[in-house]
Every structure is written in structure tokens, then in C-alpha cells.
């Protein structure tokens, strides 16, 4: 008897062990799908740190967020806008509602801040593609057909990665991806100065920006476009401390001429299309004209040594170029100030 006793006991002691590991290996979907421990999320932030700060920026300026989640096939499975409410609650992260699979994301940010005065469309279709996920830019036309922009465009955002979603319902939980994000609008301050200390007036001058830039495609390159002249959205007189060529070096205020442009990406391709041309009003006479991106980038050692061209213009979205002019109103000087350095050009014929 005391030996069966001991035999039944040994036998439920390795049922019960059996039936513990069978537990342990049923999934999490089995046992607590009704609590719902088990659930699976997949979410997507949003970060901007592709700037000159090397710092996340996205809280501070990234006022929307709108993407697209294409599958493999390359039909759209998710598209979504959100606002910056929201996004700032939810720290600049969105739910995935997606299966587990393959799929690519594509997003342009920033343009949905102003849903009545937007300064980009982007393909909205039920139907659309990733080959049509073009920006393009909003602008205006002459009578004779000629586009112009004169508007400080609102920031624009592009993001896209190859998103693999695993089959996550085992363990359950919570996964982020992250979406790097890079600024493509830029802008762009000219101020003259007269060497003299003669004051001077922005409504001396007519200041121009020319490329073909005004349309981007899915993958952030430059769409084959017309050529758009960007006018100042703002010009202003302003003030400047210079030193006088007198005996006791006095320092004074002189008045500047400023206008601020906003523009589209700036890309190492358009090099030798944009151009900063600017004209006496008197007689619509040349007194600069330069390709921007070349000067642009003279600066860049000091910035941003250890990046390419193309990073150095992605990363940089804001641009101070002061020259000096005499008193003609002509550009009077080997040197100018870019982003507040100084830079002392060899050839100095800025009108060609």
C-alpha cells in the first residue's frame, strides 16, 4: 500500500510538472488575449536631428506629420495625418496599424500646419502610388507665364525608410520604429552694406533668386521643373555697428539693406541653375550676381568639416550672406560674410 502511495504521488508530481511547462509554452495570445497583456503595437516616431545641432529638433518646429505605408506588393496599406497636438502628447510618435510584413514609409511633414494656406501639394488619392508622392511647390505666374514664389514657405520635412514588421504575437508589447526626418525648405538673408557709412535702402534694390527646384519627388530628388524666381518675402532697413576708417577707430551705426527669401531644397546638381542676382532700381543695372550653393558652401570647413557637400545642405536650413557696395551701389569689396564668417574670395567679379 505505502508503495503504491508512493508510486500515485510520484506520478501526479510529473503530471503537474508536465502541465506547468505545457502552460509556459502555450502563447501569450492563448492565455491573456482576453486581458489583453498580449497585445501588439507598433508605433512610428518621428525625429529631426539631421541638422547643424546634431540635437533632436522635431518638438521645436515639426508642426505635422503626414505618411504613407506601402506594402510589398506597393499597394498603400496606411496613410495618416496628424497635427501637433497630438503629436506633442504622444511625443512625436504614431500608432501602426499594419500587419506584420514588409512595407515602405514615406512622409512629408510640416505642410499640414496651415490646412487653408498650404504652400505644398502632395498626393492625396485613394489609389496613389509611391511614384506619385511628389511635392510640389505652390507658386504664382505673370501674365506672360513667368512662376514666381514670394512667400515665406512653411518648413517641409521628408522622411522615408524599408520597415520590416515581425509577427510579434507571442510575446506581445510595444515596438518603435524610428523615421529620421531632413528639412528641405531653407532660408536665405541678404544684407548690403555701403562701405562708406552712407545709409542706404532695401527699395534701392531688386533682390532675386532663380533655380528649377519647386518640385520634389518620393525619394527627396529634384523633379524636372520650370524655373521659379523667388522674391523677397520680406525687405527692411536695419542697423549695423561697423568701425569707420578714422584715427581713433569709431564704431557707429550704419543702415543696411535686408531681404529674406525662402526656398526650395537646395540641391550640389542645381549648382549652375541657383542664382542670387541683384539689380540697382535706378537702372536695373547687375551689381551681384552668384551662384548661391558655391557660396554657400565656402563656409562649410568651418561648420561642418567632417560632412559631404550635399549633407552640409541638407543640414543647413538658414543662410546670412552681407556683401559691401560703394558708393554707386556696386559690389566694392574681395570679401563678404557667410553665416557670420568671414570669407575673402580671390575672384571677386560677383556680377557674371
Known amino acids: 500500500m505505502q508503495r503504491f502511495k508512493a508510486f500515485y504521488t510520484r506520478i501526479i508530481k510529473q503530471v503537474v510538472m508536465l502541465a506547468c511547462i505545457s502552460l509556459a509554452l502555450v502563447s501569450c495570445r492563448s492565455i491573456f488575449e482576453e486581458e489583453g497583456n498580449c497585445k501588439v503595437v507598433y508605433k512610428l516616431k518621428f525625429v529631426y536631428d539631421y541638422?547643424?545641432?546634431?540635437?533632436?529638433?522635431?518638438?521645436?518646429?515639426?508642426?505635422?506629420?503626414?505618411?504613407?505605408?506601402?506594402?510589398?506588393?506597393?499597394?498603400?496599406?496606411?496613410?495618416?495625418?496628424?497635427t501637433r497636438e497630438?503629436?506633442?502628447?504622444?511625443?512625436?510618435?504614431?500608432?501602426?496599424?499594419?500587419?506584420?510584413?514588409?512595407?515602405?514609409?514615406?512622409?512629408?511633414?510640416g505642410a499640414d500646419n496651415n490646412p487653408n494656406d498650404?504652400?505644398?501639394?502632395?498626393?492625396?488619392?485613394?489609389?496613389?502610388?509611391?511614384?506619385?508622392?511628389?511635392?510640389y511647390m505652390h507658386r504664382k505666374h505673370t501674365e506672360l507665364g513667368a512662376a514666381y514664389s514670394d512667400v515665406n514657405l512653411h518648413p517641409l520635412y521628408y522622411g522615408a525608410m524599408d520597415l520590416v514588421?515581425?509577427?510579434?504575437?507571442?510575446?506581445?508589447?510595444?515596438?518603435?520604429?524610428?523615421?529620421?526626418?531632413?528639412?528641405?525648405?531653407?532660408?536665405?538673408?541678404?544684407?548690403?552694406?555701403?562701405?562708406?557709412?552712407?545709409?542706404?535702402?532695401?527699395?534701392?534694390?531688386?533682390?532675386?533668386?532663380?533655380?528649377?527646384?519647386?518640385?520634389?519627388?518620393?525619394?527627396?530628388?529634384l523633379v524636372e521643373d520650370e524655373l521659379i524666381t523667388y522674391i523677397p518675402w520680406e525687405t527692411a532697413n536695419g542697423k549695423a555697428g561697423v568701425e569707420l576708417p578714422a584715427e581713433d577707430g569709431v564704431i557707429t551705426q550704419v543702415q543696411v539693406a535686408i531681404a529674406e527669401f525662402t526656398v526650395n531644397r537646395m540641391m550640389l546638381d542645381h549648382r549652375n541653375k541657383m542664382m542670387l542676382e541683384i539689380r540697382r532700381k535706378s537702372d536695373m543695372k547687375k551689381?551681384?550676381?552668384?551662384?548661391?550653393?558655391?557660396?554657400?558652401?565656402?563656409?562649410?570647413?568651418?561648420?561642418?568639416?567632417?560632412?559631404?557637400?550635399?549633407?552640409?545642405?541638407?543640414?543647413?536650413?538658414?543662410?546670412?550672406?552681407?556683401?559691401?557696395?560703394?558708393?554707386?551701389?556696386?559690389?566694392?569689396?574681395?570679401?563678404?560674410?557667410?553665416?557670420?564668417?568671414?570669407?575673402?574670395?580671390?575672384?571677386?567679379?560677383?556680377?557674371?
Not at 97 to 104: A, D, M
Request: proline share 2%; hydrophobic share 45%.
Open 51 to 82: 541638422n547643424l545641432k546634431w540635437a533632436d529638433a522635431t518638438a521645436h518646429e515639426v508642426n505635422s506629420v503626414r505618411f504613407f505605408a506601402f506594402d510589398a506588393s506597393g499597394k498603400l496599406a496606411y496613410t495618416a495625418v496628424d
Open 86 to 109: 497630438n503629436l506633442v502628447l504622444n511625443d512625436y510618435t504614431v500608432v501602426l496599424p499594419l500587419q506584420p510584413g514588409n512595407y515602405r514609409i514615406v512622409a512629408w511633414c
Open 118 to 135: 498650404e504652400h505644398f501639394d502632395i498626393a492625396r488619392s485613394a489609389n496613389v502610388t509611391e511614384s506619385d508622392l511628389t511635392a
Open 165 to 221: 514588421l515581425e509577427d510579434k504575437s507571442a510575446e506581445g508589447g510595444e515596438y518603435v520604429y524610428i523615421l529620421p526626418l531632413m528639412k528641405d525648405t531653407n532660408k536665405i538673408k541678404i544684407v548690403l552694406q555701403q562701405l562708406s557709412g552712407i545709409d542706404i535702402s532695401a527699395d534701392q534694390f531688386d533682390f532675386r533668386i532663380v533655380d528649377e527646384n519647386g518640385s520634389l519627388a518620393a525619394d527627396n530628388s
Open 287 to 352: 551689381i551681384i550676381s552668384i551662384p548661391v550653393i558655391d557660396y554657400a558652401l565656402l563656409v562649410k570647413s568651418f561648420e561642418a568639416s567632417n560632412v559631404g557637400d550635399q549633407e552640409y545642405l541638407d543640414r543647413q536650413d538658414e543662410y546670412s550672406m552681407l556683401f559691401f557696395i560703394d558708393d554707386n551701389h556696386s559690389w566694392a569689396s574681395s570679401m563678404i560674410y557667410i553665416n557670420s564668417w568671414r570669407v575673402v574670395l580671390q575672384n571677386h567679379d560677383l556680377t557674371d
